[in-house]
């Protein structure tokens, strides 16, 4: 993803036009190809002369249909609605480019209540800082701090970091007079049309490298789209009956993030994505019937199950069901990872992977685990979905093998063996079940950081692991948290999910030789659109 900046008015005509013609010189000046996004349109786009005279300049001039987020009333309309279109537009626009200037509130533009906020919220779903413009004239320099202040904190509070303050109309005396603080901030003199240079220009090119440490879940979902592409997998999806398999199709292909595989009857799947007004055209739709497909599978399938009896004859029947055959795609290496669950039960998708693709060697047990999306950082639960009661040996795998999931996907693993003890605070069974696994996880891989037994509260809250496990390089900043039974984990992860707004991305299957996951029964076709990238990202190695 390209570098980026949202560039706002803290308040209403605070100089921005002359701001942003000069942002887009020294970003010219810096950097190969620069593009221009308008985050909140005010209404048609092609009547934004001043958006149209910064794509010029910017010499993007043709890209004007395509260089914007959404509109201000669709935002009114739905929030939700509108921030997933903005990111969604954002995602594919800024791949082409090596910087990004990202238009947010303009001189001219309405000024609405809750401003700043939106303009926080919208920064940090792009995962970007902000450069805050504000106007001098006539303003003291106290009266400036306040203001420029006030607006950070409001943006820092929706979890956008504020990388630079630009004060236009400045006093010769305002600069000498302006207190430091922490955001680092640029004066325009009085009257003059801005050309950053020295030091202000070092600092607004600082802000376009600044990034967003903060992840929210539309930030993590934009991530997944372009770490797909940029090694575009291939993945099977044996459910072509359901709409939602071919909505979600619809949006892969168009947006490039994967190479997709159907499989169901061509000119049955092809009529009813017609009907559903879809464009499915750069699938691939392979007939579970194909018996070429069916000779070749089931003969190999036979081959690999000989020993549990399994003649050819037992193995051509299995490849009637959609499962197995996808899964004998992935095996042949015909496809690179399967999506398999919409109308499947778990039991049903994986247990062909099990007896074929099989598990990575050294895993002691595949188990599923969850990516919980919170307001500004990512964790992983584990196991969620797969293992009733994992023995020490097999809760050990689980979380080595989670704290590999969490680096896969961009997290740091901080490993909390959990348990309702922290320490040596508490006794039984249960307890010494996780400590003894907890051992065993550190031996198969010292250099991750692993903390047990721990309770919840003390691996998250850095105050109660102070008290707890003081000294502890996990307990207070836990990233990766394993749960002791299936029971535990999934009434965990549905309880975040649930009581604080989480957004729960999977189950992720774990220790599978290639990827193989699993869809809820009530997915959304945006859930199926990041399985998919996550099982390509899986498949990337």
């Not at 082409?96 to 001219?108: C, M, Q, S």
Request: aromatic letters at 6%; a negative charge; one cysteine or more.
């Amino acid at each position: 993803m390209a570098n980026s900046v949202y560039l706002t008015a803290a308040e209403g005509n605070a100089g921005t036009l002359a701001v942003a013609n000069a942002y887009i010189d020294l970003l010219k000046e810096n950097y190969g190809k620069v593009g221009i996004f308008r985050a909140f349109a005010n209404g048609p786009i092609a009547n934004d002369s001043v958006f149209a005279s910064l794509l010029e300049r910017a010499g993007t001039g043709a890209d004007v249909e395509k260089a914007w987020g959404t509109t201000r009333q669709a935002y009114v309309d739905s929030e939700e609605n509108a921030m997933n279109r903005l990111v969604n537009r954002y995602t594919d626009y800024a791949e082409n480019f090596d910087a990004v200037l990202i238009l947010g509130l303009l001189d001219g533009d309405p000024v609405n209540p809750g401003m700043l906020s939106r303009s926080g919220r919208a920064a940090a779903n792009l995962a970007t800082s902000v450069v805050s413009v504000v106007s001098g004239a006539l303003r003291s320099a106290a009266q400036i701090e306040v203001i420029a202040q006030l607006a950070v904190q409001e943006m820092e509070e929706a979890y956008a970091p504020v990388s630079a303050v630009v004060v236009t109309d400045a006093a010769e005396t305002l600069r000498g007079e302006y207190r430091a603080t922490q955001t680092p901030t640029v004066f325009i003199a009085d009257g003059a049309a801005p050309a950053f240079a020295g030091e202000d220009a070092q600092t607004l090119l600082a802000a376009v490298e600044h990034g967003n440490a903060a992840i929210t879940p539309l930030a993590f979902q934009a991530s997944l789209i372009s770490r797909a592409r940029a090694d575009k997998k291939t993945i099977v999806m044996p459910e072509a009956e359901d709409d939602r398999i071919l909505y979600a199709t619809d949006q892969l292909l168009a947006r490039e993030v994967a190479n997709i595989v159907l499989v169901g009857e061509e000119e049955t799947v092809k009529a009813r994505a017609g009907e559903l007004g879809l464009n499915i055209d750069g699938a691939e739709i392979v007939s579970i019937n194909d018996p070429e497909r069916v000779k070749r599978y089931a003969e190999k399938f036979a081959e690999l199950r000989a020993k549990k009896g399994v003649t050819y004859e037992q193995a051509v029947e299995k490849m009637q069901d959609p499962s197995y055959f996808g899964t004998m795609m992935v095996y042949m290496d015909e496809a690179d990872g399967m999506v398999s669950g919409a109308n499947h039960t778990t039991a049903n998708t994986i247990v062909p992977s099990f007896q074929t693709i099989k598990t990575k060697p050294g895993t002691k047990a595949v188990s599923g685990a969850f990516l919980m999306l919170m307001d500004d950082r990512v964790y992983v639960y584990a196991d969620c979905a797969v293992n009733t009661n994992p023995s020490p040996e097999e809760l050990a795998g689980i979380a080595v093998d989670s704290a590999r999931t969490a680096v896969q996907f961009g997290v740091e693993p901080r490993v909390a063996m959990l348990s309702y003890s922290t320490g040596t605070s508490g006794k039984g069974p249960d307890v010494d079940a996780v400590a003894e696994a907890t051992k065993l996880a550190k031996e198969l891989a010292p250099d991750v950081l692993i903390e047990g037994p721990i309770q919840y509260d003390a691996a998250v809250d850095e105050a109660v692991a102070a008290k707890k496990l003081p000294g502890s390089p996990v307990a207070g900043k836990a990233t990766v948290f394993v749960f002791p039974t299936l029971n535990a984990g999934n009434i965990g992860y549905k309880a975040v999910q649930r009581s604080s707004g989480a957004v729960a991305v999977g189950p992720v299957l774990q220790g599978l030789n290639k990827p193989v996951n699993d869809l809820s029964r009530g997915a959304l076709v945006e859930d199926i659109v990041n399985t998919v990238a996550i099982t390509a990202i899986q498949a990337q190695g």
